[in-house]
């Protein structure tokens, strides 16, 4: 499985970005995740959306202002952020849930990444 995070840029505080996620192969069967990696930090979770789109997770930080979607037909995931801040600044990448993984919030828990896109929010 490829996947390809694209939508990053260079935005203002409280600007709204939508980040993509395409796959070379039908992600249907597979739950998702978004990380994201700011300079010096490790690779954080940010979200998960299940296999059908009915479940999702956030991290605390990304409560209520970001959305994790998905388009099965279209080999899609998305994730909607509102209201940036300066700490949201970091490359975001999209990752495939391993099927033997029991849960969803750490790295090694997905086994196919995307390159990452660059988010910076300025304030």
């Known amino acids: 499985v490829q996947l390809q995070a694209s939508g990053g840029g260079l935005v203002q505080a409280g600007d709204s970005l939508t980040l993509s996620c395409a796959s070379s192969?039908?992600?249907?069967?597979?739950?998702m995740g978004w990380f994201r990696q700011a300079p010096g930090k490790e690779r954080e979770f940010v979200s998960h959306?299940?296999?059908?789109?009915?479940?999702?997770y956030y991290a605390d930080f990304v409560k209520g202002r970001f959305t994790i979607s998905r388009d099965n037909g279209q080999n899609m995931v998305y994730l909607q952020m509102n209201s940036l801040q300066p700490e949201d600044t970091a490359v975001y990448y999209c990752?495939?849930?391993?099927?033997?993984?029991?849960?969803?919030?750490?790295?090694?828990?997905?086994?196919?990444w995307g390159q990452g896109t660059q988010v910076t929010v300025s304030s």
């Open positions: 959306v299940s296999w059908n789109g009915k479940i999702t």
């Open positions: 990752a495939k849930h391993s099927i033997h993984a029991s849960g969803w919030i750490h790295d090694f828990e997905y086994d196919y």
């Open positions: 192969r039908t992600l249907s069967s597979y739950n």
